[in-house]
């Protein structure tokens, strides 16, 4: 019984330690599906997250900051979009400067709103649901008693994703844009106005996913609270494939090694080992599958 | 536009009009933030008097820029060698790491075994050296697997990241420490500073003696020409005799080790030993010099010391005006942005024009 009830907390853990990667990650796909590398991903992540405090702040609800948090992520998006759709600047360039605009607008916003360095006040938190009966089922109603609405909305979001990607016109011609973009333009797609989707649908996913951690997991802004989930967004994207199912087993088995850690604390693995565990995974099966790996053809060329 | 293609017309050729248009982004980001800060409470023109106090107002404040900006300049040679060559270094975060961690743990080793002259180029070299792999492995893997350079370089940066971190951390934490770094390196180990009672050492002149170095190599050297033939035309330069898997790696790892110094640098001068995540993204700022530079030695060194004064200034900033010391990668990240976007900033000028 000890031991079912560890493993459903291990299980809890892990999904809600992945729930903000997942979310970045299928966005990650989404915008490399149409050949668009966003290095931004971390710092979108931070405005949203920031945005979400800002908005549970100002209306008193973490709901209401969720949108904020999306509407942030749009607006980044449409910026990013802007530079490399539009002004064909370097993508990973505009990235890199925007991850330097986020770590520094969002101290100094907070700072300007609470005046304290680096970390807010307290908002309004995304309240729980629980299963009314199966909550109370020994050790398994765990899994049914004070979850947050978010983990189901991650499912749902990379199953439609996939389903999207896969099985629509749309998803079906962003893929044919990251494989080739000039046949796609001959064929009449109008690439720049399916990449700039692309673009917005995956920032405004990030930013939910930096939401996720300010206003749902927690319940303030803490300084470089994203912590690099952005990047690991980037590697999980890979490992999974570049498509939103793959993604999202990809981030849960990156929660996974996190959860090992905290729920099995007698094991004594190290922080940094736990941490390391997704990159080195990512970067061996990079290099093993080689030139056979499903990376879109023309990733990073516009 | 993509990656391969960045040399050629992203900002890194030399020409007036892009020296124009740097200084015009410099400027508009300035006013934007003045924006910011207004709309915030603040007083934008009190805030910039007080960031120029604090990176010019002084022998210490000069002082404290000098040293922001060094490791800034080996990171933008990095940058800027790489591009010359076609490729896009931002790993340098991770080569800084492994090889200011690589060089610590040697020149603690060897102590005062043996005779300082010895002992001292043997722990930089070694660092060096493992900056080379750290940047080699980048090229090797684009060049043989046509893997993108910048995928392999995200996941190189956390593992040395991290790897250094559960290091020091775990097994070479100086005793009795409370934040996490090594043992103090022996007394001769470090480098003597300029300015009394700065951090300024003499990295300093190995930075703009690196600077020369990157000069001459693209004037005067075969290598050079090779390199930059790579960047300009792959295909025609593996026609004309450059064997451009092996100059792929090379390019990488000479950009490596010029990362590399950044880090070795900042534990033999500045800080005297390694400390656990030391770097506050050098490796990526060297981008934003790299662009800002044009990839010329004198372009990198002003956008170093730029930078390098933002970053000094900004802690001035915090104390005397209210405004967040944060403010300074505001600033940062809406300079790289309008660099990397010249064409907004020549659609400004053409819409002004009419």
Redesign the interface.
Known sequence: MELLSTIVNLLLMTFRLSIPITLAAIGVSISERSGV?N?GIEGIMLLGAMGAVVGSHIFGSALVGLIVALITGVAVGGLYAL?VLY????????G??????????T??????IW?K??ISGTVDQLGTFSVPLLDRIPVVGAMFSDQSPLILATLFIALFAAYVMAKTKIGLRLTSIGEHPLAAATAGIPVTKYRTLAILVGSALAALGGAYLSVVHSNLFV?NMVA?RG?MA??AN?LGGWNPIGALLASLLFAFTQALRFQFSYIQM?E??S??IP??I??LV??GI??K?K?PA????? | MGIRNVPAKAGVGKNWESLWYSLLAIGVSFVLVAFIMLAMGYNPLNAYMALFRGSFGSLYAISLTLCRSVPLIFVGLAVGFALKGGMFNIGGEGQLYIGGFTSAVVALALGNSLPLVFSLPLSILAGMVAGMAWGGAIGLIKAKLQINEVIVAIMLNYIAQLLTSYFVNNHLMKEGSMTPQTETLPAGMQLPTIVANSQLTTSLYIALFMCVVYWFVFRHTVFGYEVKALGNNPSAAGTGGVHTVWTTVLVMAVSGALASMAGIFEVFGTYGRFIDGFSPGIGFTGIAIAFIGQGTPIGIILAAVLFGGLQAGAMQMGLMEGVSAHIDKVIQGLVIIFIATPNFIRYLLHRKGR
């Open positions: 590398i290095l530079c002004f064909k600047a370097n993508q990973s360039v505009i890199i400067g925007l991850n330097s605009l986020a770590a520094g607008l101290v100094v916003t907070v700072k300007s005046n360095e680096g300084n690099g990047f980037i590697a890979i190290p940094q080992i941490q390391i990159y080195v990512t970067l990079l290099v080689g030139r790996a990376s023309k990733l990073g060329v516009l």
